[in-house]
């Protein structure tokens, strides 16, 4: 202390203020080592970036996040726009590169880095683009029951070969879902594997909104492969598998390309609804 401050302080003033500031650092260091929870941790702690289908929102990860953040994983959810709690946002405007956008846009602003990036269903549309545009970013990709394109197709072109009648008779019932133009009104939970008895059901037949139909007939524009040459895993649910659906058909392409790991997993089209546990144990196996 300087004779300035001696001025203002006197002997037993110093000391006290002395033995109070020990104490404090004392309590504080010890607080701060008490304070530290032991949590176990993953062997290798991933980033996950999930990605929702149609008339679906980042909602529906919510069994399968609360898994993977308890293990210590880094997860991200989220909402395409015109979709669930972003549907405030649903215009004419909405098409494939939006949702695309979406995605890459997510993973710029947050400098995300050896991603593990998961699409379900129509959401295999967008990670195949996201692939295609950010591919040093993602270190596995995971097609859940997903749309797989290749470059030019949209989604009702890709998957088996069909001819253009029966490519327009998909267009036409898609319109018809959608009177205004704009979405296409959401199928019912049991369409989507979802049994009326099971306890999500009401849960996810409040949740789902309409989809942008644009996003559906947008051909995808693919100019380094998609996700070729990412560690890839397809995931098919096959009971019950989903009708009309080019997912059987991506899983027997699959299950006969060495480049890719498969898996079968016996629930319906809504897995991360249905069966949060088994999905979480694949997405971390």
């Known amino acids: 202390m300087t004779d300035g401050y001696q001025g203002k302080w006197n002997r037993r003033q110093l000391m006290t203020a002395t033995a109070i500031t020990g104490l404090a650092a004392s309590t504080i260091a010890c607080a701060s080592i008490s304070a530290q929870p032991i949590i176990a941790r993953p062997a290798t702690v991933r980033t996950f970036v999930l990605v929702h289908g149609a008339w679906h929102g980042g909602w529906c990860w919510r069994d399968v996040r609360s898994q993977l953040e308890a293990q210590g994983h880094r997860v991200f959810t989220p909402t395409l726009t015109g979709l669930a709690e972003r549907s405030h946002l649903l215009s004419e405007e909405i098409d494939l590169n939006t949702h695309i956008k ?28 996201v692939a295609d545009a950010m591919k040093d970013r993602i270190g596995e990709i995971i097609y859940l029951d997903a749309a797989l394109p290749d470059d030019g197709e949209t989604m009702i072109t890709q998957g088996p070969e069909r001819s253009p009648a029966i490519i327009e008779q998909t267009r036409e019932a898609l319109a018809a879902l959608a009177p205004d133009g704009i979405a296409m009104a959401a199928f019912p939970p049991e369409f989507l594997g979802i049994a009326k008895d099971h306890p999500s059901y009401g849960w996810v037949a409040e949740k789902l909104t309409p989809h942008p139909l644009k996003t559906w007939l947008d051909p995808i524009v693919l100019k380094n492969g998609g996700s070729t040459g990412i560690r890839r895993r397809y995931i098919h649910c096959t009971a019950p598998v989903l009708p009309n659906s080019s997912f059987p058909y991506h899983a027997q392409q699959v299950q006969a390309d060495p480049s890719w790991i498969y898996h079968a997993l016996s629930t319906g089209h809504d897995a991360m609804v249905t069966v949060p546990d088994e999905l979480v144990a694949l997405m971390t196996g």
């Open 102 to 129: 979406d995605i890459t846009s997510l993973i710029d602003y947050y400098d995300l880095k050896d991603i593990l990036l998961v699409g379900h269903s129509y959401g295999g549309m967008v990670i195949t683009g």
